[in-house]
Structures are given as structure tokens and as C-alpha cells.
């Protein structure tokens, strides 16, 4: 390989590292900001995220805090935890959902559902019905769902799924004043003034309207439901209007450390969902390799590979010295008598080779008829002759020296 081709070669290999780690760079940084994940994901960095929430838990003396890839179901025999549900919205609240929780908080988990944050009519949102009051201070009617909503189905005994929770779904303008500030949510629950914050500011204008005796509501605004909970079975269910309150953005600007207390409860075990934001973990080939116990054959494969390679660039027998290489002395015209005795058997028969030697010699020799003319035409004759026999009497050796013979006679030289 010559020098400048080396040189690119060389180059090529060096702006293929550099695009490669420019690459994996730009990958790291979309993945530590989290960005590519849904909002209120525990794997997002960036104000939309919940990751500081889910670190701050896990620096608790005595707390466990994981993520949870898989779906619901694969939850109900662990150990009694906190579930966080964050960025739901309400077409998300489906009948297998309803199901799924209803099952965790029977074998007493305690599931936080948190709502994503509602600004504007341009949201997935039921409709409040003819007859509904107007402003958030009126009498709200019965809201229908809209197109799409989860209203219309109906649980196993033909229930509506909302009415066998005991709640509706609302929307008013909250923030329709002329410098759109943000409402707080007053405190309403007794027995928790004290250790919680008198208010806090709501971001959304989604809420939850009319809650059944079953639904304990922890604040209000007005005359709406924001933060409520209400034990099912041997656990609890909380449900929460505006997922703000648990996201980075909320954990820099806004913190209300004893409502993000409340909400883990006291369970030791917290679990963040990530399954229902659309994230989920498929098992690679490392963890089948390690699940199924196949490392040995892994390792066994890696060496007859690296054996093939080896013997693919390292050849055992000693190589030929070509003549490039040999010196003057080690020239040798083996190779070229071997080579044309190969040829000469794959294309000229045996009985044939004489006269197809005389046959190349006139080409060669264009001035042999006129320059020797006795000594051709004696040639000729040996040819013709050799030719006449039959295949198993023929001498090509013979006749060979005697045509050897009639040239050594020549008289004349060439010019």
C-alpha cells in the first residue's frame, strides 16, 4: 500500500471517530436533559420533568424508590408502596386502568393519580352540560363527556366508570381575568391544618366536581375539588388536579415539601410509573444471556471468532519469497515454466502440441519460409508425418529432436 493511500486511509478512520463521538455526544445530552421522554416522566431533567422528585425520595433515610417499566398488574403481589401516576389525562382513565388501580389500592397500595395541567378550551376535557353554572362560584350541572371521552363506558355491572368512582371531571375559565394570575387552593381538611400550607397555587383548570361522601377533599378552589383521597380496601387512592405540583419546575420555584410528604403517605416503598407515559423496558440480549445462563456459549462463540480471525490474517505455512523481493542471484523461471505447462494442458491436446509449436514458430518467424526454405519444408514433413500416426504411436519427443536436428543444419543467419 503506498504512502498517500495510507494517508487516506488514515484520515477516513479519523473523521469517522470524530463523527461517531460527535454522535454519541449529542445522544448523552438529549438523554441527561431527558427531553425525549413524555412530560412528568421521573427520566426527564428539564422543568417538565419529575426527576428531582424522584432523586429527593430516594436520598430518604429508609426510603426505597424505583421505576416501574411494566404494566399495572405486575404490582399487586409487591410489598405494600406508594404509586405515582404522573401526567394523566382524562381520556387516559379508561376501565382497564380504573381496574388496575381499583386491584392495587384492594391489596393496600396507595396509588397518586396526578392530572396534566389544563390551560385553555383546546384541551381533551369533558364539557359542562345545558343548565350548568357558568363561572367557577355557580352550581355545577352534570358534564357530559365529549367525543372520545371514557364517560360512555361502563364497568362489569353497566356503570358508568366515573359514577362507580363517585366524581365528574370539570372545566371553567380560571384564569380568564385580565392579568391571568394564578388562583390558590384553599386548605379545607381540618384535621391537617397545621402540617400542611394554607394554600397553593393552581396552574390548571381541570378539576373534579361533585365527589361522593367517599372522597376526603384536601383542597379546594371554590367551590371545586383539586387534592382529595379516598381509602379503597386496604389502600388508598389520591387523586390530584394538576401534576405542577410534583414536577422540577415546581421543586425550584414552588416547593411544597409537606404535601409531597402526604402524598408518598407512609409507605417506605415508592414506585414511579413510567409504563402508562408510553415507556416501557424490553429485555435485551444480555439480560436473556443472563436470565437463560448462556455466557458460557457467549464466551465460546467470542473465541472461535477470534480464532477465525486469527487464521484468517495469520497464515501457518510460511509464504513464498516472490521475485520481487529475491535477490539477483534467487531469480528462478519456475513459476513461468510451471505456469505455461498449465496452459498449455488446459488448451492444446497432447497430440496436437507439435504441429501447434509449428504453427506459432511461422508466426513468430515470418521470414523462416524464405530465409530457409529447405529447412521448412523438411520440418513440415516431421510434422505431417507425427501427425499421420495414430494416437497411441506417437513420439512428440522424437519427432521434437529431429526437428532440433534440421535447425542446428541451418546455414543462413537471420536478420
Wanted: proline share 6%; hydrophobic share 40%; net charge neutral.
Amino acid at each position: 500500500m503506498s504512502m498517500r493511500r495510507k494517508t487516506y486511509v488514515f484520515m477516513f478512520c479519523l473523521l469517522l471517530v470524530a463523527f461517531s463521538f460527535g454522535l454519541y455526544r449529542l445522544m448523552a445530552l438529549r438523554f441527561e436533559a431527558g427531553d425525549v421522554f413524555p412530560a412528568y416522566s421521573s427520566l426527564r431533567s428539564d422543568p417538565l420533568g419529575s426527576k428531582v422528585l424522584y432523586e429527593s425520595f430516594g436520598h430518604l433515610p429508609g426510603v426505597s424508590v424505583e421505576r416501574h417499566f411494566q404494566k399495572l398488574d405486575k404490582l399487586t403481589d409487591a410489598p405494600s408502596s406508594t404509586i405515582f401516576l404522573f401526567g394523566l389525562s382524562p381520556v387516559d382513565l379508561d376501565l382497564s386502568l380504573a381496574k388496575q388501580v381499583e386491584e392495587l389500592a384492594q391489596r393496600g397500595h396507595r396509588v397518586v393519580m396526578t392530572m396534566e395541567p389544563v390551560q385553555g378550551k383546546a384541551c381533551k376535557c369533558p364539557e359542562k352540560a345545558e343548565g350548568a353554572g357558568e363561572g367557577p362560584g355557580d352550581e355545577a350541572g352534570e358534564i357530559e363527556p365529549g367525543p372520545g371521552e371514557p364517560k360512555g363506558r361502563e364497568g362489569e355491572q353497566g356503570i358508568p366508570l366515573f359514577k362507580r368512582w363517585g366524581f365528574q371531571f370539570g372545566y371553567a375559565g380560571l384564569l380568564e381575568g385580565e392579568d391571568r394570575s394564578y388562583p390558590y387552593a384553599e386548605l379545607v381538611a381540618d384535621d391537617s391544618r397545621g402540617q400542611l400550607p394554607l394554600q397553593i397555587t393552581q396552574y390548571s383548570e381541570l378539576h373534579f366536581v361533585q365527589p361522593d361522601s367517599q372522597w376526603q377533599v384536601l383542597y379546594r378552589l371554590g367551590d371545586f375539588a383539586v387534592i382529595m383521597e379516598r381509602p379503597m380496601g386496604d389502600g388508598s387512592l389520591v387523586l390530584v388536579s394538576d401534576s405542577y405540583l410534583v414536577s422540577n419546575e415546581a421543586m425550584r420555584n414552588e416547593r411544597h415539601a409537606p404535601v409531597l410528604a402526604w402524598l408518598a403517605g407512609g409507605h417506605r416503598q415508592l414506585v414511579f410509573d413510567e409504563a402508562h407515559l408510553g415507556i416501557s423496558r424490553q429485555p435485551g440480549v444480555m439480560v436473556l444471556v443472563r436470565q437463560y445462563r448462556l455466557a458460557g456459549v457467549m464466551v465460546a462463540l467470542l473465541v472461535l471468532a477470534l480464532l477465525f480471525v486469527w487464521q484468517r490474517s495469520v497464515p501457518f505455512v510460511p509464504g513464498r519469497v516472490s521475485s520481487a523481493d529475491a535477490g539477483p542471484d534467487e531469480m528462478s523461471t519456475m513459476d513461468y515454466h510451471a505456469g505455461l505447462v498449465n496452459l498449455l494442458r488446459r488448451n492444446v491436446k497432447e497430440g496436437d502440441l507439435l504441429a501447434a509449436c509449428f504453427n506459432e514458430w511461422r508466426k513468430s518467424m515470418p521470414g523462416a519460409g524464405s530465409a530457409m526454405p529447405e529447412q521448412t519444408a523438411r520440418i513440415r514433413k516431421v510434422v505431417e508425418a507425427e501427425q499421420a500416426r495414430p494416437s497411441r504411436e506417437r513420439n512428440v519427443l522424437a519427432s521434437y529432436k529431429k526437428i532440433a536436428g534440421i535447425l542446428a543444419e541451418r546455414k543462413h543467419l537471420w536478420k
